[in-house]
């Protein structure tokens, strides 16, 4: 019998500052990837040095890609005309995911590497996409975290 693979919904993505600024004060509306997350709703974003610790989690829609006959993003956010216009620094980043939402985790340094190892068995700090632990989903339920903006229409 074959086992049924789990569809995952919620991505710890590594980011670095400015861009996670960028993405908390509302002046990146798109977070532009070389790869689809296949069922992502949720960016659990892990801010890298000084804070090594996830600080904030995003609702996203089903990635935008660039091709024929798609329509262009909105000019309303950092990247999003570069996209647009296959600026070639934008070379290979075709699928655009919308920020919906962004939660602040209420934790006072948000869910530092060492939680993340010591209490969710993680083995290293997120460099690239990965998995979102289940303990780290029930410790920290995404709703319960603190709504910081919620500007943008989310998907039908």
């Not at 647009?84 to 934790?107: L, T």
Request: proline residues 8%; aromatic residues 10%; charged residues 25%.
């Amino acid at each position: 019998m074959a086992s049924k693979r789990q569809v995952r919904t919620d991505m710890i993505l590594a980011m670095n500052d400015p861009y996670m600024q960028q993405i908390i004060d509302g002046t990146k509306t798109y977070e532009f990837r070389k790869y689809d997350m296949v069922g992502i709703k949720r960016i659990w974003f892990y801010r890298t040095l000084p804070h090594s610790a996830i600080t904030h989690v995003c609702e996203v829609n089903t990635a935008v890609t660039r091709g024929t006959g798609s329509d262009p993003l909105p000019n309303d956010g950092l990247g999003n005309l570069e996209y647009n216009q296959k600026h070639p620094d934008w070379d290979g980043y075709d699928f655009a995911y919308r920020i919906n939402s962004v939660y602040e985790i209420n934790a006072p340094n948000g869910i530092p590497w060492a939680n993340m190892r010591d209490q969710h068995g993680m083995k290293s700090p997120p460099r690239g996409r990965v998995s979102l632990p289940p303990s780290i989903q029930e410790q920290f339920p995404w709703k319960d975290q603190t709504k910081i903006r919620s500007n943008y229409s989310t998907e039908a």
